[in-house]
């Protein structure tokens, strides 16, 4: 079994880990499972409660992802939702707004957000441009660039790291 959270009524119920799609009993909205991996150049909008990776030769631009984890080892130009983990393996500017789980941008990767990331926790061992508000943690690496304005529960910056900004350090919600 596997938690699914409704994207209309944010429901949240179970369905079986083979299942391909679900219906939500609150709100019967329908629920995508289907994983996508794509490597090519895209430009439709993607609503699944599955997973997303965007290979090396894959581009993404002008649309919404709202998935569970997303794995950017391509290119992309749009805004993300993710009730899991995105985790980014790659060079380039993310336009759009991110909303996620857990960050991570990994090492050797490059990153410029041009939009406010939420998140509830932050890795990052490569080097990141942008705003992130975090209601947990945040943990800069040793290989770790940051710049820009940091909110967070927590900071953990490892021997190496660097972080030019501001830090604002806010209370954890109850």
């Given at each position: 079994?596997?938690?699914i959270t ?14 391909q ?16 991996e794509?490597?090519?150049a895209?430009n ?6 599955g997973?997303?990776?965007?290979l090396?030769t ?17 290119e992309?130009?749009g805004s993300?939702?993710?009730?899991g983990?995105?985790?980014?393996r790659?060079h ?10 857990q960050?991570?941008v990994e090492k050797?990767?490059?990153?410029e957000f041009?939009?406010p ?9 490569g080097?990141v441009?942008?705003q992130i ?17 940091v909110?967070?529960t927590?900071l953990?910056?490892?021997s190496?790291a ?13």
């Amino acid at each position: 079994m596997r938690e699914i959270t409704c994207f209309s009524c944010g429901f949240v119920h179970q369905a079986p880990a083979e299942a391909q799609s679900s219906q939500c009993p609150r709100c019967s909205g329908y629920i995508s499972l289907q994983d996508y991996e794509i490597a090519e150049a895209w430009n439709r909008r993607i609503q699944t409660r599955g997973n997303v990776v965007i290979l090396k030769t894959g581009h993404v631009s002008g649309i919404t992802i709202q998935c569970h984890h997303l794995t950017v080892l391509g290119e992309l130009a749009g805004s993300v939702d993710c009730s899991g983990n995105l985790i980014i393996r790659s060079h380039g500017k993310i336009l759009g707004k991110v909303n996620c789980d857990q960050l991570r941008v990994e090492k050797g990767a490059k990153v410029e957000f041009l939009n406010p990331v939420s998140a509830r926790s932050a890795y990052i061992d490569g080097q990141v441009r942008g705003q992130i508000s975090c209601s947990g943690p945040v943990t800069l690496e040793k290989r770790a660039r940051l710049q820009g304005l940091v909110r967070t529960t927590s900071l953990v910056v490892k021997s190496g790291a660097k972080h030019t900004g501001t830090i604002e350090m806010v209370r954890p919600s109850a």
